[in-house]
């Protein structure tokens, strides 16, 4: 099936998605997102799974977006989500599986996320946002399963829907250049660069692994080749340093899954350890090779104002230390103290997801986090082997962004059904397979034949 036979097939689906900015240019924005809200619930009752998830995976873009034409899409999306949470809650029965529970892997933190609104700086917020966190991370991994069950080639879906939002950026690139720029760097659809970067890496990520389980046909092919190259073109033109580094460890760590997870694991720990050391060469390479503009040498050393957000943090951190203040207490000390750090040449946020929890949630809630993410993985990783490939790197971005202390953004939810993919205990048969139990031949035990003992040698990526 080709582009062409994919959209006439979801024509509906798209006529839904462009009419959301279209009622927005002639409309107030409560009209819009009340439309866009409407609009969601029939797509939600027409039980077309595969739409409801790039519907939402397309409304949580648009709220991402510095646009005025977009900017319904921030309340929009709050009822989208109390939709589909309501939507799996009442069918609950339907929607649960065996293995899409990383709610309740996550349970204990979600429980003190919300008792943290007891002492919270502003309780309303404080709700608002852990309560998201919760519908989140409840109803999004489940619903996802389901479309993935009932859609086989969800994949080419998302590399339709990745098409479009790509391509429609490079023709505003073309045609008013002023919308797809911030300080003259390409942003595309999203609020700046490193969220476009964040998109290309996240959901391009998932879309290629599931890419990589499935029938590759040649017009599936095809389309993996077209978003491979708008994929490149994009982070070519957002000069995002941290997506450009991301892809290259997922390269190195989709050639290390055919060996064990401890050999992964150690070489994330490589990486990590030294990469401080890997980055005082950049300047060295960029410059022998007339680069330092394009990575932007001249804010290297301090990462775009990013350790300035950092030490400003771990100061912060020493009055909510083992509490914290509650779900939006980081937003607000960056908003309290926004005149004093956009002079020091820091702008935005604390851009790390777990100084922002830590604010938000003290040392208690950062730990109940990263036990319930220790364990996810741990789980996947011992049912898919793409599992630490795709872990190692996003959890790199996190470290420099902080969506993932977020719910409500383009990267949270995809990454959450990226790790329920990886729970599915139904393996492909280019997967590990740990249910295969040696035979016995006159009563010794031998390596069953059908598991080789020297690895194949890896295949090309794509």
């Not at 994919?6 to 006529?15: E, M, S």
Request: net charge neutral; proline share 4%.
């Amino acid at each position: 099936m080709n582009i062409r036979e994919k959209i006439g097939q979801n024509l509906d689906l798209y006529l839904i998605l462009f009419s959301w900015p279209l009622i927005a240019a002639v409309t107030p924005d409560i009209v819009a997102a009340l439309w866009a809200v409407i609009t969601f619930f029939a797509l939600l009752k027409a039980g077309d799974r595969t739409k409801v998830v790039i519907a939402l995976m397309a409304i949580l873009l648009m709220s991402d977006s510095r646009s005025r034409l977009l900017s319904f899409a921030a309340t929009a999306k709050i009822g989208v989500v109390v939709l589909l949470f309501l939507h799996v809650l009442k069918n609950f029965a339907t929607y649960r599986t065996s293995y899409a529970k990383i709610y309740l892997y996550f349970l204990p933190f979600m429980v003190y996320a919300l008792l943290t609104n007891l002492w919270a700086n502003d309780p309303v917020t404080s709700l608002q946002k852990s309560m998201s966190y919760v519908m989140v991370m409840f109803a999004v991994p489940l619903y996802f399963v389901k479309a993935l069950e009932d859609n086989q080639l969800l994949v080419v879906d998302i590399f339709v829907y990745m098409i479009v939002v790509l391509s429609i950026g490079f023709v505003l690139y073309v045609l008013s250049p002023d919308f797809v720029l911030l300080m003259d760097r390409y942003r595309g659809l999203l609020g700046n660069p490193n969220g476009l970067g964040m998109f290309v890496v996240v959901t391009g990520l998932l879309a290629y692994v599931l890419y990589q389980n499935g029938e590759k046909t040649t017009s599936l092919k095809m389309l993996f080749v077209m978003v491979l190259v708008l994929s490149l073109a994009s982070i070519a033109l957002t000069r995002s340093r941290t997506s450009l580094f991301v892809l290259l460890m997922f390269l190195l760590f989709s050639r290390l899954r055919y060996f064990t997870n401890i050999a992964s694991l150690v070489v994330f720990v490589m990486i990590v350890v030294g990469y401080e050391l890997l980055l005082a060469q950049i300047p060295v390479i960029a410059v022998s090779l007339g680069l330092e503009e394009y990575l932007r040498l001249e804010t290297l050393e301090t990462g775009s104002g990013r350790q300035i957000a950092w030490d400003y943090a771990l100061i912060q951190i020493e009055n909510v230390y083992f509490s914290g203040g509650g779900f939006g207490y980081t937003e607000f000390l960056y908003k309290r103290d926004y005149h004093e750090l956009s002079m020091l040449g820091h702008q935005g946020n604390a851009h790390n997801s777990y100084l922002t929890l830590w604010l938000d949630t003290g040392l208690i809630g950062l730990s109940l986090f990263a036990l319930g993410m220790i364990r996810t993985v741990f789980v996947a990783a011992r049912r898919s082997s793409w599992a630490l490939p795709y872990f190692f790197p996003i959890i790199f971005t996190s470290y420099y962004e902080s969506w993932l202390a977020a719910s409500l953004n383009p990267f949270t939810s995809v990454f959450l059904m990226s790790l329920c993919f990886m729970l599915k205990p139904d393996k492909p048969v280019n997967e590990v397979r740990e249910d295969l139990e040696p035979e016995t031949r006159n009563g010794v035990e031998v390596q069953n034949s059908s598991v080789p003992i020297i690895p194949k040698a890896p295949r090309n990526l794509g």
